[in-house]
């Protein structure tokens, strides 16, 4: 039990379609990170969130967006869907800090855009 | 910028035996931090260890332990006693730690090896 939970689990979409994944992030964890990991590969770094604000951006354009929330919760948003952003979406949270390291994930969001 | 390597895209073992799976890595950081992470087919990425650069020993979590040469920038996963249930595919990652060993949680993994235990 990572205490990261992630809805929803399965979704379909249409290509120029608009979606929301969520992700709630395990109690106290201060940053969350959103990777994409498409059929076949290792998940890739879209961004990180710390208090609330973009701490880092991986390769992905703009129309991916996210937002974290006081309560630790957060949300990728990605506009104008393609086919290509097909893939396993994976939330994870840590604690920005300076002893030790944990970074936990939730389940994923599988994304299919038709 | 960071790269991981691992080599192996599928091992098999027998069950109750021992089995390595390889990670070499490359960065400029002078203090980073290595994972194993544990991705079933249902699609949830388990944390299994981790091993900061600057540890001397390596790290060890129940049956599984991190073989680290840090000269050699590898980062190998040991399964012991291997269990049907340790079929999945295992991802080797990397993050590079700020001042003071500060971390920030952004991961680069590899392309990961599909482990297949047989009884």
């Known amino acids: 039990e990572t205490g990261v939970t992630q809805s929803p689990t399965h979704l379909i979409k249409t290509r120029g379609q608009q979606v929301t994944l969520r992700c709630s992030s395990q109690?106290?964890?201060?940053?969350v990170s959103w990777y994409q990991q498409a059929l076949g590969q290792g998940p890739q770094f879209i961004f990180q969130?710390?208090?609330?604000?973009?701490?880092g951006r991986g390769n992905f354009p703009p129309r991916f967006s996210g937002l974290q929330f006081p309560n630790y919760s957060s949300e990728l948003n990605v506009n104008a869907l393609e086919l290509d952003d097909s893939a396993l979406y994976l939330c994870?949270?840590?604690?920005?800090?300076?002893?030790?390291?944990?970074?936990?994930f939730g389940e994923g969001s599988w994304l299919t855009v038709v | 910028a960071q790269k991981i390597t691992q080599t192996q895209p599928g091992m098999f073992v027998q069950e109750k035996e021992a089995v390595t799976l390889d990670c070499t890595y490359d960065?400029?950081?002078?203090?980073?931090?290595l994972f194993w992470y544990k991705q079933p087919s249902s699609g949830e990425m388990i944390f299994l260890i981790y091993?900061?650069?600057?540890?001397?020993q390596n790290a060890t979590e129940g049956r599984y332990s991190l073989n680290f040469q840090k000269a050699r920038k590898s980062a190998n996963l040991v399964i012991s006693a291997s269990q049907l249930g340790d079929s999945a595919m295992y991802f080797c990652?990397?993050?590079?730690?700020?001042?003071?060993?500060?971390?920030?949680?952004?991961?680069?993994f590899g392309q990961g090896t599909i482990l297949t235990v047989h009884p």
């Open positions: 994870a949270s840590s604690l920005l800090s300076s002893s030790g390291n944990t970074i936990y």
């Open positions: 109690s106290g964890h201060n940053t």
């Open positions: 969130y710390y208090r609330e604000e973009e701490n």
């Open positions: 960065t400029s950081d002078q203090s980073y931090g």
């Open positions: 091993q900061g650069s600057y540890d001397e």
């Open positions: 990652a990397m993050e590079g730690l700020g001042a003071g060993g500060t971390s920030y949680g952004k991961l680069t």
